[in-house]
């Protein structure tokens, strides 16, 4: 499965943005996605993720309660909304799908998209 990252862009601090990832290649129903992040000079991290179904999802404690992972298998595509953003959040985001269970590791992922950059201004 081919994935594609994007929504991106420039927010204040308070504000939301939503980024998107589109997946092309295989039956992207048969498919867990999570979203990490990597911000300058930091490992990558893992942010939320959702099960094939949607039926289950996971968050960071840093997110929790201000981001939203859904999907739309009819559509191919998982979103993030991200909502009362703050400056820590800035970082490239990334997409990742498994054809296993759902988890929180990168390295259960076997799948990545190139990433779309969110930067949060103060």
């Not at 999570?34 to 179904?53: C, M, N, Y």
């Not at 981001?67 to 191919?76: P, Q, V």
């Not at 909304?81 to 296993?100: F, H, I, R, W």
Request: glycine share 12%; aromatic share 14%.
């Amino acid at each position: 499965v081919q994935l594609q990252a994007s929504g991106g862009g420039l927010a204040q601090a308070g504000g939301s943005l939503r980024v998107s990832c589109a997946a092309s290649g295989d039956t992207f129903s048969w498919y867990a996605v999570g979203w990490f992040r990597q911000a300058p000079g930091k490992e990558r991290e893992f942010v939320a993720a959702i099960s094939a179904s949607g039926g289950t999802t996971y968050y960071a404690d840093s997110v929790k309660g201000r981001f939203t992972i859904s999907r739309d298998n009819a559509k191919n595509t998982v979103y993030l909304q991200m909502n009362s953003l703050k400056p820590e959040d800035t970082a490239v985001y990334y997409c990742a799908a498994t054809g296993s269970a759902v988890g929180v590791m990168a390295y259960e992922y076997d799948y990545w998209g190139q990433g779309t950059l969110v930067t949060v201004s103060s």
